[in-house]
T-cell receptor, first 113, second 113 residues
């Protein structure tokens, strides 16, 4: 079955530390991959997406993600987090054979001063 | 541009009551979506409309109906609300289905007693 997994429901980190949020999807020939962020009491907004081309994708607010086809992963990274990055992060995948996007269960990133 | 707007922001219903959640977008997008967000479950697709005049079921359509009134508006109706429908509902839109960024509204918080 087509699915996307975010293994970490919560990730606490200290301010200015690096962070990696993990995302894995079930194997497929062709996928489109997304990371969305949801700040408290708001809707989701796009951080970055991978459609094709370079496997390293850069997004807004200093985030980047790397598409790894052999490991079916699309992990999100930031070298130094700020308090303002406190939010919930959702990985999403659209399989080329499907018309719908599937969202992961989300990872809550909490930043400690 | 207002983007995607949703009304109401909050609603409390009694079991068995009906209501319609309204969604409108001013980006001339072809595709629109309704999701529900529950703790630990991410976003689940209820219904979507690939283009004006078409609607399709998503992952959790039971208990809901939708209407794509025109290109701008996509409403979600609960005919007989149940406590299991207590959730936060998000409307989203995108230019198309393939690899397109989805733009989300601010959400409607629904409590069914």
């Amino acid at each position: 079955a087509q699915s996307v997994t975010q293994l970490d429901s919560q990730v606490p980190v200290f301010e200015e530390a690096p962070v990696e949020l993990r995302c894995n999807y079930s194997s497929s020939v062709s996928v489109y991959l997304f990371w969305y962020v949801q700040y408290p009491n708001q809707g989701l907004q796009l951080l970055l997406k991978y459609l094709s081309g370079s496997t390293l994708v850069k997004g807004i607010n200093g985030f980047e993600a790397e598409f790894n086809k052999s490991q079916t992963s699309f992990h999100l990274r930031k070298p130094s987090v700020h308090i303002s990055d406190t939010a919930e992060y959702f990985c999403a995948v659209r399989y080329s054979s499907a018309s719908k996007i599937i969202f992961g269960s989300g990872t809550r990133l909490s930043i400690r001063p | 541009n207002a983007g995607v707007t949703q009304t109401p922001k909050f609603q409390v219903l009694k079991t068995g009551q009906s209501m319609t959640l309204q969604c409108a977008q001013d980006m001339n997008h072809n595709s629109m979506y309704w999701y529900r967000q529950d703790p630990g479950m991410g976003l689940r697709l209820i219904y979507y409309s690939a283009s004006e005049g078409t609607t399709d079921k998503g992952e959790v359509p039971n208990g809901y109906n939708v209407s794509r009134l025109n290109k701008r508006e996509f409403s979600l109706r609960l005919e007989s609300a149940a406590p299991s429908q207590t959730s936060v509902y998000f409307c989203a839109s995108s230019q198309g289905l393939t690899g397109e960024t989805q733009y989300f509204g601010p959400g409607t918080r629904l409590l069914v007693l």
